[in-house]
T-cell receptor
């Protein structure tokens, strides 16, 4: 049984570059979530999908951020023209509604450092 | 705006002492409530959850939490702390099944020998 996986685990980039992260949810989980966590803070919601449909996106999320889940399986999160303020841990989670009240299972995260 | 408040960003207890981590949420709508734990360099792991069944919820590793609607609280407790409990603990709330989680800012638990 494999949990949620995220790649890469670490990414260092220069300001202004584009980056893309991948998340593979637990198989048969139809909901997939992206969160961002900065040092000393709790995770902050970014967006989530049910199958391939993006159901909600944080109003605080810059237009430089985009996420896709084209076939309802894995998802990608892209950040365009990265800024130093984008440095954070990006977390992915998945869930199967109807099981245990919305429990979300988290991946290990991708740590982004923007120089 | 819906929010979660964790009182105390850092809590220190002695091994064997009671652990109490506080969490309050802001809404009159009964939510789903969760406690997650994050060990250094690891992902978030679910400790326990409240989903409108029993108000006293038991989780893994001897932790439990009690939902008090009148106080909009969901405090986490453990009777006797172990060294292995040292970690960051996050309270989270969701207002619809399958929806986003709103997290508190976290409480770092230290356990002294």
């Amino acid at each position: 049984d494999t949990g949620v996986s995220q790649n890469p685990r670490h990414k260092i980039t220069k300001r202004g570059q584009n980056v893309t992260f991948r998340c593979d949810p637990i198989s048969e989980h139809n909901r997939l979530y992206w969160y961002r966590q900065t040092l000393g803070q709790g995770p902050e919601f970014l967006t989530y999908f049910q199958n391939e449909a993006q159901l909600e996106k944080s109003r605080l999320l810059s237009d430089r951020f985009s996420a896709e889940r084209p076939k309802g399986s894995f998802s990608t999160l892209e950040i365009q023209r990265t800024e130093q303020g984008d440095s954070a841990m990006y977390l992915c989670a998945s869930s199967a509604p109807g099981q245990g009240g919305n429990e979300q299972f988290f991946g290990p995260g991708t740590r982004l450092t923007v120089l | 705006a819906q929010s979660v408040t964790q009182l105390g960003s850092h809590v220190s207890v002695s091994e064997g002492a009671l652990v109490l981590l506080r969490c309050n949420y802001s809404s009159s709508v009964p939510p789903y409530l969760f406690w997650y734990v994050q060990y250094p360099n690891q992902g978030l792991q679910l400790l326990l959850k409240y989903t409108s069944a029993a108000t006293l919820v038991k989780g893994i590793n001897g932790f439990e939490a009690e939902f008090k609607k009148s106080e909009t609280s969901f405090h986490l407790t453990k009777p006797s702390a172990h060294m292995s409990d040292a970690a960051e603990y996050f309270c989270a709330v969701s207002y619809n099944q399958g929806g986003k989680l709103i997290f508190g800012q976290g409480t770092e638990l230290s356990v002294k020998p």
